[in-house]
């Protein structure tokens, strides 16, 4: 399975990209307010997650031509959110 949206799970970035499906799927959303004390309960699946935005993050940067994708102004406005089709 995939996921995305960690990085505005972490708080690293609003919301940078659209997600679009060529097939059918099932996606479960998990807001940050949810997240977050989840994230402080297991701090190191935490770091997993936070390690994973920081690669995309930065190879998004690479790809895009920025070396930092905060300050880009194609960012939109975040959703808090994180699609996942596959819960544990």
Same mark, same amino acid.
């Given at each position: 399975?995939?996921?995305?949206? #960690?990085?505005?799970? &972490?708080?690293? &970035? &609003?919301?940078? %990209? *659209?997600? !679009?499906?060529?097939?059918?799927?099932?996606?479960? !959303?998990? &807001?940050?307010?949810?997240?977050?004390?989840? %994230? #402080?309960?297991? @701090?190191?699946?935490?770091?997993?997650?936070? #390690?994973?935005?920081?690669?995309?993050?930065?190879? *998004?940067?690479?790809?895009?031509?920025?070396?930092? *994708? %905060?300050?880009?102004?194609?960012?939109?406005?975040? #959703?808090?959110?994180?699609?996942?089709? %596959?819960? @544990?």
């Amino acid at each position: 399975g995939s996921f995305f949206g #960690e990085a505005v799970l &972490t708080g690293q &970035t &609003t919301r940078s %990209a *659209t997600i !679009v499906a060529v097939e059918s799927c099932l996606f479960y !959303v998990i &807001t940050r307010a949810v997240f977050l004390p989840i %994230a #402080e309960a297991y @701090p190191a699946d935490y770091n997993k997650v936070k #390690e994973f935005a920081d690669k995309r993050l930065q190879s *998004t940067a690479l790809v895009n031509g920025h070396e930092d *994708t %905060a300050d880009d102004d194609n960012n939109l406005k975040s #959703e808090d959110s994180v699609g996942l089709d %596959a819960v @544990p």
